[in-house]
């Protein structure tokens, strides 16, 4: 009998670890767009971070993640942060061995003591001159990262280091 109870609660908790990996999971993966590829998902082993990255073949300057995309957010309660760059953002990276022209676009979205963070990007070769055109291909990196904190005021630290501002709605 006591075999039992333990082998019903290690199922017990297993379920409940696997529904709460599932439904933080689930916030994402409506964001993988039709014709996406190469996607990936990584967890982070303290499971506070969850990241889904793919690619997509979509001409600059068009977005993979579109106002209807948000319009689902904010249908889940998410609110839209502020203090992120509002439009397309090019500039070099030299971190590599060749260095490339990075073209970037970030949203922010808060929900109590989540952040998801929204990165659309293009890698295309340097040019030193990165703010006169677009990348000169058509495969847009879209990663989708989601961040779970402990506590309300951890989140609201983060924001403010990230220099956004996201009135989000506190839930109990």
């Not at 709460?20 to 506070?48: H, P, T, W």
């Not at 890698?123 to 030193?128: G, I």
Request: aromatic share 10%; with cysteine; net charge neutral.
């Amino acid at each position: 009998m006591r075999r039992l109870i333990v082998a019903i609660t290690f199922l017990l908790t297993g379920l409940g670890l696997l529904f709460f990996a599932q439904s933080k999971a689930s916030i994402l993966n409506f964001m993988v767009v039709e014709g996406a590829y190469d996607i990936r998902e990584y967890r982070s082993k303290d499971g506070g971070r969850l990241q889904i990255s793919y690619n997509v073949n979509l001409d600059y300057p068009a977005f993979a993640v579109t106002d209807a995309y948000y319009e689902q957010l904010k249908q889940r309660d998410w609110v839209e942060c502020t203090g992120t760059k509002n439009d397309w953002d090019s500039y070099p990276d030299m971190s590599g061995n060749h260095g490339k022209t990075v073209h970037q676009y970030i949203k922010a979205w808060s929900k109590s003591t989540q952040l998801l963070t929204i990165i659309m990007r293009y890698d295309s070769v340097l040019r030193m001159d990165s703010k006169s055109s677009g990348p000169d291909n058509n495969i847009q990196n879209v990663i989708l990262l989601l961040d779970k904190y402990d506590e309300l005021s951890t989140t609201r630290e983060v924001q403010q280091r990230l220099g956004i501002s996201c009135d989000a709605k506190v839930s109990s």
